[in-house]
Structures are given as structure tokens and as C-alpha cells.
């Protein structure tokens, strides 16, 4: 099997340990300072001093030494991805992805309206990057890419992983809350898995609706940007907000009615966190001078009057 993989993975594989599986969220144990190279650089003066910086290679290193997080306890489950951004646990795959970047220090731009760094609703994502211009065919993806995945030919985003590499016609990627891995012993529904895909040139995969080119999303080989470590969503009730796949339930169906009665926001009272519902919490939020960044958590609660 590592006959076909890329050489950056192979590599990278080697030097993280294979199969090794990492269930928390420490430095120590997740690779937290994998993702930086240290260099001379001149300064002015005529002095040398270390800099740290990310590239491509060091994004892949750091999602390697992730994989089997999580492996076998399920899809949406809790995870330290989304702990460490202090979101909702479910529908975790955009928040690996944007993680991923945090824990190499070269966080991701806002891609999604309210998210500080990164997405949770993957096609905003994809939104993102073809405003921007930074899209591109499987078979051109570079390693540390983001890949979006749309599973019933709907033209809509519905999964997202990182590339970790490009070879002989297939794509290789690992992802969270994903399914079983056809690359490795990690086959348990749920968890950070390695994948690949069929995707010869020209032709590339159906599954697959774009790949992003991180290179005109984060800048390679700059100055890292250290990062603070989100809140631990509380147990109850639980966070809200616009993710793949959107959340639903009788909490959201409640906060639907709160917006409508307070903002008379026209929201349909189906329980389903969708882009309306989160364009109507961003405009509650601004109104209130509460944060504005489309999570329902106990601020945002009480200021509707709901139990918090």
C-alpha cells in the first residue's frame, strides 16, 4: 500500500509514526508544534535571528500525526477539533480542517460570515475560494489544498478534508468525522482518517466539487501567527450554529421562534440551522453588541430570552 502513496506523505508518515492514534488535545501528544520550521533570516543591522514559519509539507505533518483521532466513536461526536475552537461538536469535518491550521500557527482567514478563522459550513468554503480565485482541479491539488467533497451530485458541499498529496491518477487526503479509512487499520466510523481517491487527470472524481489552493488563502512560509485555544463548548444547552451537515432540533426550532417574535426575522420553524437562520443570528447579535459570530451559546441565549 505505501508504494502508492506520495512522497511527502510517505515521508511525513515515516516521521510522525505510523499508525499512531492521538485522543487528545495536548501539544505533547497531537503535534500542536509540528507545523513550523525554524530558518535564519537577515535583519536589518546586519543581525540573523530564527524565525518560525509554516509550509505546505508541515500542514500534512501536523494532519499525519492526528490521524485515528477519534476512530470508531461515531460521527458528530466530541472531539478536541472543536473544543480547541470552542464550536459545537457536531459536524466536525470543517472544523479539523480550520484546526489543523491553528495548531501550525498560519490560522485560516474568515471563510465563513462569523467565523474568526476558517468554516464550519462547507459551502461557504467553496463560496470563499472561487471569489477569490483560488480553485483549482483535483489533479492540480498540492499537498495541505483543501478539498470539498459533494456526496449526491447536487452541486452543494457537503464534506471537506486536507490534501496530503497527488499521485499516479489518485488524490490523498485525510479528514475529520469521516468515514472508515481505505488507506490504513483505522476503519471505524468517526474519526480522522486517511483516504484515497480516483482522480486521474483531466478527469479528476465526481465525488469531489473543488480544491481549494490554500496558497492564495494563507501566506507559506511567513511568520506563524500563534494562536489562543477556544472555550470548551458548555454541556447543556448545547452550542448552535451553521455547519455540514446543518444541525437540527426542537433547541433550534425554539431559537427560530425567539427570532421571529424579537427581530421578526421570518424564519421557518422547521429546527434546522441553515444560512438564513445564521444570517438572522449575525443580525441579532450586531443589534444586541453581542459577539457577532453566528454561535448560539448563553449570551445569545439570554438576550432572547431563553433559558441559558
Given at each position: ?276 437562520m445564521r444570517n438572522a443570528v449575525l443580525n441579532w447579535q450586531r443589534r444586541e453588541h ?19
Open positions: 500500500m505505501d508504494a502508492g502513496l506520495p512522497v511527502v506523505e510517505l515521508a511525513l508518515l515515516n516521521a510522525v509514526g505510523r499508525g499512531r492514534r492521538l485522543s487528545t488535545a495536548t501539544p505533547e501528544q497531537t503535534g500542536y508544534e509540528l507545523g513550523r520550521t525554524t530558518t535564519l533570516v537577515y535583519i536589518a543591522g546586519r543581525q540573523w535571528h530564527s524565525e518560525t514559519m509554516t509550509t505546505r509539507p508541515e500542514i500534512v505533518r501536523t494532519a499525519l500525526s492526528l490521524n485515528g483521532t477519534c476512530n470508531g466513536e461515531g460521527y458528530d461526536g466530541s472531539n478536541p477539533f472543536s473544543t480547541n475552537l470552542g464550536r459545537p461538536a457536531e459536524a466536525w469535518c470543517g472544523d479539523f480542517v480550520t484546526d489543523v491550521y491553528k495548531r501550525a500557527l498560519i490560522p485560516l482567514p474568515s471563510m465563513q460570515p462569523g467565523c474568526r478563522s476558517g468554516f464550519a459550513y462547507c459551502p461557504d468554503a467553496v463560496d470563499y475560494g472561487r471569489a477569490r480565485g483560488a480553485t483549482r482541479n483535483s489533479w492540480d491539488a498540492d499537498h495541505g489544498d483543501i478539498v470539498l467533497f459533494d456526496w449526491n451530485g447536487d452541486g452543494v458541499a457537503d464534506h471537506t478534508e486536507i490534501v496530503t498529496g497527488y499521485r499516479d491518477g489518485a488524490l490523498f487526503t485525510i479528514g475529520g468525522n469521516s468515514g472508515p479509512s481505505n488507506l490504513d487499520s483505522f476503519t471505524g466510523d468517526g474519526g480522522v482518517h486517511r483516504h484515497r481517491w480516483p482522480a486521474p487527470a483531466g478527469t479528476g472524481n465526481n465525488d469531489v466539487l473543488v480544491v481549494i489552493d490554500t496558497s492564495k488563502v494563507v501566506a507559506f512560509g511567513g511568520p506563524t501567527h500563534p494562536t489562543r485555544p477556544g472555550h470548551p463548548p458548555p454541556a447543556e444547552p448545547r452550542l448552535l450554529m451553521l455547519k455540514s451537515p446543518m444541525m437540527h432540533g426542537a433547541d433550534i426550532r425554539a431559537l427560530q421562534h425567539a427570532l421571529n417574535q424579537r427581530s421578526n426575522a421570518g424564519l421557518a420553524t422547521d429546527g434546522i440551522y441553515d444560512p438564513s453581542i459577539e457577532v459570530d453566528g454561535i448560539v451559546g448563553p449570551q445569545t441565549r439570554s438576550s432572547l430570552g431563553l433559558p441559558a
